[in-house]
């Protein structure tokens, strides 16, 4: 996604005569934000991923599983809400692009 982004923002105002986009600090606010967000989608996938492998390892002497399937899922919870976070600032920054394209052309 940020190299489709970074084309856009090179090739976008030279397809409509201009010299650069409307606003560079837009641009550098769209980057961070996109990042920080997608920092945070990846982490907290990769963190539940492992935690739930674990889980799912985890027996008794006995042999039998230490947590259920269902257990697993509901641990994963507030790394969804992270996700959701991250998700939602990669939509913020992608919003914060269209709005200087738009003024832009």
Not at 12 to 33: C, D, Q, T
Not at 37 to 63: C, E, F, H, K
Not at 64 to 83: D, G
Request: proline fraction near 3%; hydrophobic fraction near 50%.
């Amino acid at each position: 996604a940020m190299i489709s982004t970074g084309s856009v923002y090179f090739l976008l105002p030279r397809l409509y005569g201009r010299s650069e986009m409307y606003s560079v600090k837009l641009i550098n606010a769209h980057f961070w934000i996109a990042t920080i967000g997608i920092v945070l989608y990846i982490a907290s996938m990769w963190i539940s991923g492992v935690m739930q492998g674990l889980m799912w390892r985890a027996t008794n002497p006995d042999g039998t599983l230490t947590y259920s399937f269902v257990e697993s899922v509901k641990a994963s919870y507030p790394f969804w809400t992270i996700r959701f976070i991250g998700g939602a600032m990669f939509l913020g920054g992608m919003l914060i692009m269209f709005y200087n394209m738009l003024k832009t052309i």
